[in-house]
C-alpha cells in the first residue's frame, strides 16, 4: 500500500482501509484543530518523532478498554481504602500534557513536541482534549490526556508522580465513562501495561461500528 501525502490546504484524509499493515496511512497536513477531528472520528492519529513529518496512524487492530471491563487488582483496591482519592478534569491542560512529555523524554523519548502541545491546547480551548488527573490525600498522584468526542474518549499519554498514580487516574476515569454511557476508551497501541488494566484488542470492524455509535461519524 502506498502512502499518502496531505495537502496543508485541503482538511481530507484517504480512506482508513488504505492504511498499511503497519497502520500508517499518510504523512504530511497539519494539526489543525479541524483536521485532528476529523483525524479521530474515522480512527486516525498522528504519531511521529521530532524532527519527522506529521505521521497519520490508522492501525486495523485496536486496543481498548472498555469501562466496565477495568481490572482492579487485588493492590489497587487496597491502595484505595488506604488513601483519600478524587478525580479533577482539565485541573491544568497545559501542565498534565507536559508532564506527560517529560516523563516520555527521560524514559525512552517522546513524540510530544512543542508543536503538538500546542495543538492539543488548541483541542481543549475547543472542547474536545481533557486532562484527567487522580489526587491521592490532595496531592496530584498521576494523570493522562485525550480527545473526547462523544461517547468515545481517546486516550494519548500518561504520567505519574506518586506510585499507582496512573492507575489510580485510569481507574477513576473508567468508573466515570461507565457512569456517563461511554462506549471506550481507545489505547491505540497494545501495551503490558493497559492490557493489566483490562484493555484488550478488538476487530476493525468493531471499532468502526462503536466509532460510529459514538461520534455520528465515519466515511462511507
Excluded at 14 to 38: F, N, T
Excluded at 177 to 203: A, N, P, V, W, Y
Aim: hydrophobic fraction near 40%; charge should be negative; glycine fraction near 10%.
Amino acid at each position: 500500500m502506498p502512502v499518502y501525502r496531505l495537502d496543508e490546504k485541503e482538511i481530507s484524509f484517504p480512506h482508513p482501509e488504505y492504511a498499511r499493515a503497519d497502520g500508517l496511512l499518510a504523512v504530511g497536513g497539519d494539526l489543525s484543530v479541524e483536521r485532528l477531528l476529523l483525524a479521530y472520528t474515522h480512527g486516525i492519529f498522528p504519531w511521529y518523532n521530532p524532527g519527522e513529518e506529521i505521521m497519520w496512524w490508522c492501525p486495523k487492530e485496536r486496543f481498548v478498554i472498555f469501562p466496565s471491563e477495568i481490572h482492579i487488582s487485588r493492590s489497587m483496591k487496597k491502595y484505595r481504602k488506604k488513601h483519600e482519592l478524587q478525580i479533577a478534569f482539565n485541573r491544568d491542560f497545559a501542565d498534565t500534557v507536559h508532564r506527560c512529555r517529560v516523563k516520555r523524554e527521560f524514559a525512552e523519548g517522546t513524540w510530544i513536541t512543542d508543536e503538538m502541545e500546542a495543538a492539543y491546547g488548541r483541542l481543549n480551548k475547543a472542547g474536545y482534549a481533557l486532562s484527567v488527573e487522580a489526587l491521592e490525600d490532595g496531592a496530584l498522584a498521576g494523570g493522562f490526556y485525550g480527545v473526547c468526542i462523544g461517547r468515545c474518549f481517546f486516550g494519548e499519554s500518561m504520567f505519574s508522580e506518586r506510585e499507582n498514580g496512573s492507575k489510580a487516574a485510569l481507574i477513576l476515569f473508567a468508573e466515570f465513562l461507565e457512569r456517563k454511557g461511554f462506549l471506550f476508551l481507545d489505547c491505540q497501541f497494545h501495551t503490558e501495561h493497559l492490557e493489566s488494566m483490562g484493555g484488550r484488542s478488538i476487530s476493525w470492524e468493531e471499532y468502526v461500528r462503536l466509532l460510529k455509535e459514538g461520534t455520528g461519524f465515519f466515511l462511507g
